[in-house]
């Protein structure tokens, strides 16, 4: 800055020799600062001259007999003399005094009151450097005092390229050593250390009289604590809390909510939990005073011990502060520490769900049992499979053992066995005759009579529930319009029979060798299958699913131009439940196929197709445990039979107890007298080889009740939103430092509606954020509008606050960085700082 500085200086030199009065200006330069400078100054009407200790005498001559018309500045590069030894002293009395300190210069130049030169005095060492100053500079402050001094003094310490003691202490604070921090020596070197605890003490409260980073850490956690469990904390802890909640609350929202920082703030809460045996002190608490407590890590742990315990004692209506078991866990869900102990709570919740089941009781009727499967029963799978994906998905699941013996028992023995039992002997009695659409009509009702190109995705072992799972999926795609159906397969439910039935064909018959033929021709393969496509329509093909997704678009759109019928056969799910070392992670293949699935009908959308159908050609049963011996079906004659883990097909019916039957002319339309035997329930026949856990074949609903998606795709653009939120508390002033608000959700979640975060809080005229955040995730579905309402807290900072100003409610959607909210209101709090007391 010397050079803005010594233009300074001239231009105000040069204003000052301006007059027709003849002028002398002494200007002594007490550290020789512009001693350099001084040469390359040209004044307008005046000359310069140096003033030395030694000249004095030769200076006076020439002021007073040489020159007396000329207007100089006297330059001394060093402090002005006594009085004694200045020999110039009366000339200096009819003349006048300039000073150009850099303290004096930073003043004029930023338009700081003459009262705060002493500060910037005080800290001149930090403008010696040019940067520092330039950086200062930059912060383009518009309004001075002590304070925003110090703060913009420390914030170009940190970095920061706005004035905020907030963002001071955050950068301080989690920049990692807080013993031996370097923004806290940065502060010492420049005298601004003493200033920063003093601001601390200020803003944060607690006792800084010996301070230290640590102790303002832990004053933040726990005072933050004492506020949100509302009950007496250790003695340990009160010395700790503070008197400017609100101040601290809002702090460690705005740290525990920042993208930036939440890795940080993890690592201080860590910190303080371990430094303040947080586990002693929270133990102690009573559980439903920790509901709310989102700062700690050990809190879920807390209150997941406690649901686990509850469930494991059939305790289903347990509750804590009127949140069931359900309530607790989305709610915990969508608080701080959600990526760590997300799959915990839906490992809880699914649990929650099946336990409930074990009074289930199925229909006794065909058409009972049915209905009832596809329209709610096929949730327990689904409950039952997002129990074991979370449940794989968490590091050590030791802790839920107990639960999934439970759990295992109840899906298995209350609803899968009784449930396959009651399906499998009605269907048996009624010789498969079902009202569902038959696999082997499939072609003929879906395909045969559509007016466009129609792209079926045939998926192994896509199970009903699964296809439920895409359904929702595909609903929320704004793109996609879904309907389901559900489909009864081919029994036995294997893929050649399944595969062959969903081919358009005239005949269906197993040969003598137990081998599929559609109208009396094999097809095992891609080419075969392709073949009986085009023998129905001759603009078909068939397609693998793994060789196209890779396709560049033009090449995918190349693909299918001409074609009216594409067949598209994924294996994901069988691919992985088949094999004995992957069966065990046929859920989580069940996942990535509604997900290959969907992005493959976006993908072929924009390669012109706008009709999609999505199948299967059989379901499966899984269960986690291992198959006891009883479980296996044995003294049958292996001879000329075809004989699968679920399924025996031979001239002669197994008389084997938990067996039933039924002919294949039952099932494929035809007079074949060839016996099926299947399992009443979920047993299976011993032989060698094949899964313990993944099967099919056989009759149960898992197995053979399968989807039909019929898709509809929209390649233009579709205008989406998200969905809004609305204030409904008839709020005009706070008259308290803790205020409940509700709000709603003003529309459902929908294909059009989208779900979005919004961030809330309160803020002054001039953008200070003066409460803490509060994060809602609105992604409420329910059209019953009473059931999107929320309640959110907002506790604001401890500090005066002025009637007369404007004050504001505002909220902001996240995703779409808008404002959606902007409600003012009056501050009418009496007393801001804990009703007057300093405590």
């Not at 002293?89 to 004096?104: C, G, L």
């Not at 999609?612 to 986690?624: E, M, N, P, S």
Request: charged content about 30%; overall charge negative.
């Amino acid at each position: 800055m010397a050079e803005l500085n010594l233009k300074q200086i001239t231009d105000k030199l040069s204003s000052e020799f301006s007059s027709d009065v003849r002028r002398l200006i002494f200007w002594y330069d007490a550290r020789g600062d512009f001693a350099l400078d001084i040469d390359s100054m040209e004044l307008e009407n005046a000359k310069i001259i140096k003033l030395e200790p030694d000249n004095q005498f030769y200076i006076k001559y020439l002021l007073e007999r040489q020159d007396t018309t000329t207007n100089y500045l006297i330059y001394a590069p060093f402090a002005k003399p006594s009085l004694r030894d200045n020999h110039l002293a009366d000339t200096i009395k009819y003349s006048k005094e300039f000073f150009a300190d850099r303290a004096s210069l930073l003043a004029v130049d930023l338009g700081i009151d003459e009262k705060y030169k002493q500060v910037l005095q005080k800290y001149i060492k930090f403008f010696a450097s040019k940067d520092r100053t330039q950086k200062f500079y930059d912060l383009e402050i518009e309004r001075f005092n002590q304070r925003i001094i110090e703060t913009a003094l420390m914030s170009v310490l940190c970095k920061s390229k706005v004035v905020s003691f907030e963002e001071v202490v955050r950068t301080v604070i989690t920049a990692g050593d807080l013993e031996d921090n370097r923004y806290l020596q940065e502060f010492e070197k420049y005298d601004l250390l003493s200033a920063f605890w003093q601001m601390c003490e200020e803003t944060f409260g607690g006792n800084f009289s010996s301070p230290s980073l640590v102790k303002l850490v832990n004053t933040m956690f726990t005072t933050y604590t004492s506020k949100v469990v509302m009950s007496e904390l250790s003695s340990a802890w009160r010395n700790y809390c503070s008197h400017k909640s609100g101040n601290i609350i809002a702090f460690l929202d705005s740290l525990m909510n920042s993208m930036i920082y939440r890795g940080d703030f993890d690592d201080l809460s860590d910190m303080v939990y371990s430094t303040l045996d947080g586990e002693t002190v929270l133990s102690s608490v009573d559980l439903t005073q920790l509901i709310e407590l989102e700062i700690f890590k050990k809190t879920d742990v807390f209150i997941l011990k406690w649901m686990i315990d509850r469930l494991e004692h059939d305790d289903l209506d347990a509750r804590l502060n009127d949140y069931s078991i359900v309530d607790i866990c989305k709610k915990r869900r969508k608080m701080h520490f959600k990526d760590v102990f997300s799959s915990h709570y839906y490992i809880l919740e699914n649990a929650y769900y099946l336990l409930k089941e074990a009074r289930y009781k199925p229909a006794e009727e065909l058409e009972e049992i049915t209905k009832n499967y596809i329209t709610k029963d096929y949730i327990i799978d689904q409950k039952y499979r997002y129990f074991y994906y979370h449940y794989d998905n968490v590091p050590d699941s030791s802790i839920y053992e107990n639960l999934r013996e439970l759990v295992e028992n109840v899906y298995t023995n209350r609803f899968l066995n009784p449930l396959a039992v009651a399906f499998s002997r009605a269907l048996c009695e009624n010789k498969a005759k079902i009202s569902l659409t038959s696999q082997q009509d499939f072609y003929s009702r879906f395909v045969k009579n559509s007016k466009e190109r129609t792209v079926v995705i045939i998926s192994d072992a896509f199970r009903y529930e699964v296809g439920q799972t895409l359904l929702k999926r595909l609903m929320e795609d704004e793109k996609c319009t879904a309907s389901i159906q559900a489909m009864m397969s081919m029994i036995p439910s294997y893929t050649r029979f399944g595969m062959s039935a969903l081919l358009p064909h005239k005949s269906l018959d197993m040969t003598e060798d137990y081998r599929v033929t559609v109208d009396g021709k094999i097809c095992d393969d891609l080419k075969s299958r392709e073949q009986i496509l085009k023998a129905y329509n001759e603009n078909s093909r068939a397609l693998q699913f793994d060789d196209i997704k890779g396709m560049k678009m033009t090449q995918l759109k190349e693909l299918f131009t001409g074609q009216e019928v594409v067949y598209i056969y994924h294996n994901q799910i069988d691919a992985r439940g088949d094999k004995l070392n992957t069966e065990n992670e046929v859920f989580i293949a069940c996942e990535e196929a509604i997900k290959e699935i969907h992005m493959m009908i976006k993908r072929l959308t924009n390669a012109n197709n706008t009709r999609f159908l999505v199948t299967a050609d059989h379901g499966f049963i899984y269960k986690r445990d291992k198959l006891d011996e009883s479980d296996k079906i044995s003294g049958f004659d292996k001879e000329s039979a075809f004989v699968g883990r679920r399924y025996i097909v031979s001239a002669q019916k197994v008389s084997s107890e938990g067996v039933c039957s039924m002919t294949l002319g039952d099932v494929m339309r035809s007079d074949d007298e060839r016996t099926i035997s299947l399992p009443l329930g979920t047993d299976v026949f011993k032989v060698a080889g094949g899964g313990q856990n993944f099967v099919h074949g056989g009759s149960s609903l898992q197995e053979v009740i399968v989807p039909v998606l019929d898709v509809k795709t929209n390649k233009g653009y579709t205008q989406t939103q998200a969905v809004k939120i609305s204030l409904i508390s008839l709020v005009s002033k706070i008259t308290n430092l803790n205020t409940n608000l509700e709000f709603i959700q003003t529309e459902a979640v929908s294909d059009v509606n989208k779900e979005t975060n919004y961030k809330i809080y309160f803020i002054s005229d001039d953008n200070e954020k003066i409460s803490n955040e509060n994060i809602y995730v609105a992604d409420k579905k329910d059209i019953d509008a009473s059931k999107r309402v929320f309640r959110l807290r907002f506790t604001f900072k401890n500090k005066k606050y002025d009637k007369s100003n404007k004050y504001y409610l505002v909220a902001y959607d996240e995703k779409n960085d808008l404002e959606v909210i902007r409600h003012e209101i009056q501050m009418d709090l009496a007393f801001a700082d804990d009703f007057g007391f300093n405590l």
